[in-house]
């Protein structure tokens, strides 16, 4: 499995991807997901992927030769619209599962891939889109500024809540961090490191771009800390009616001593008896 | 579909539920699946469901059924621990399954229920188990304090980082309402109103319980300002490297004019040419 997700706001851009393989639970491996391909001044796109990885490659490797090829008829650097890149995209997509998908069928292994192409042609404002397997795609929109591939659930709530168009880029990006790390704390087959990448409106080129360990300071932080926070969130919620004269004032949340380790047993556990499922 | 969540902490046990059951998107109906089985000063018990809602309905009669016959061998008040309802309940459960399963398989449809049971026995501690449709169940852990069934995803990261042994009631509470909202507002399927109930360790009956209506104060506020406090925790962690002298002070959340409204269209959409999958 995978999560990937995009997220377009005014300022920008922004790409965040995990890197965990997995063809069974003793088939894990760590993979790029998230692919840049950059001329600076005149355009700049990541592709996200999710779904078989032979079908990614191929169709990536085949986008790469386009562009190596003088005599090609299309390539990532020939058209003037991101939705025609998206379209060129799908049909890249489309012919990369079909040379497989013969002997595939057979075996009941699926073929298929799901892309994100996000970026900025010069003389456009940036885009984001969502390539289906079927080679067709749609936008984000001004009320779905965000898409999701791969293990989307756990990650979307997040989301939901806070991004608008107005979100600064970094905050949505921190946000999009919170999405990944929820994730991988809920769905084992989606793992650390993470890649992010940023592209700020007009800049034409990666704004930013990082791979985060479980150990870099920034993501450790945030995976420590957002736990408390959310804790003092939800004891500054309104009380119920039976709860006269409690305070709403948030608990400590960001400075103070570290919280205790999550939760030591209390009692026997009567599930221990019974049989697992 | 449904979702409900069940939740163990050291002051007692806390139940939420939806009321939405639709066979489709247009036959969609409003349901209570949050049961309560109370004999106050010696034991309280409740069932929340999920699944096929003939066989949970069946299941429910054949429970109240024992109950008022005096001479059934076995009720909800027979026994002296709460593994054994559950394992009652189980057998209870896959019975019904059972009757109609014959004519059900031939149609396709499923007649499986998932239910959740949680309660206290005097002499016990409360419990809480899951009770799956083959009968058996599981209990919480120490290391597992809440239990799902139907769709759990959306509302489970939020469990996983706020819930612990040490977790006011009332806290585990407020976190489960915002765990409902997080998934009614991603999934159609699961809606309001919520049915929400809570047993404090010792009482041997139901404490507290509510309906809340999306126009129940409560609610409406958690559901109102949850994003604004989720916003102010996002903005407050740590700054990426480039962002030098920023804030992270909070933005202010709990106080201050409304956010305007999520989103104004600032742009055309390109997506609007794009054929939607």
Chains 1, 2 share one sequence.
Request: hydrophobic share 35%; net charge negative.
């Amino acid at each position: 499995m995978t999560y990937c997700v995009g997220i377009e706001v005014d300022e920008g851009l922004i790409f965040a991807a995990d890197t965990r393989t997995s063809a069974s639970f003793d088939d894990v491996r760590v993979y790029r997901k998230m692919h840049i391909f950059e001329f600076p001044g005149d355009r700049v796109f990541v592709i996200m992927s999710a779904g078989n990885l032979a079908t990614t490659q191929l169709t990536l490797s085949r986008l790469k030769r386009d562009l190596e090829d003088p005599d090609a008829p299309r390539s990532l650097r020939s058209f003037s619209h991101l939705y025609e890149v998206a379209e060129y995209i799908g049909e890249v997509l489309v012919s990369s599962q079909a040379r497989v998908s013969d002997e595939a069928q057979q075996s009941g292994v699926s073929v298929q891939s799901t892309l994100i192409l996000g970026g900025q042609i010069a003389g456009e404002r940036p885009g984001l889109y969502l390539v289906y397997p079927l080679g067709n795609c749609i936008a984000t929109s001004p009320e779905t500024p965000y898409l999701q591939i791969g293990e989307s659930k756990y990650g979307k709530p997040i989301l939901d809540r806070i991004i608008r168009a107005s979100t600064s880029l970094e905050d949505a990006a921190r946000c999009a961090l919170v999405s990944l790390d929820s994730t991988i704390r809920s769905n084992l087959s989606v793992g650390m490191p993470i890649d992010m990448a940023l592209i700020k409106a007009g800049d034409l080129r990666i704004t930013q771009k990082m791979r985060l360990e479980a150990d870099t300071p920034l993501y450790a932080e945030i995976h420590d800390t957002w736990s408390r926070k959310l804790e003092a969130a939800v004891h500054s919620l309104p009380s119920f009616p039976w709860e006269q004269g409690r305070s709403t004032e948030p608990v400590v949340a960001s400075a103070g001593p570290r919280v205790p380790p999550r939760r030591t047993a209390p009692r026997l556990d009567p599930g221990d008896v019974q049989g697992q499922q």
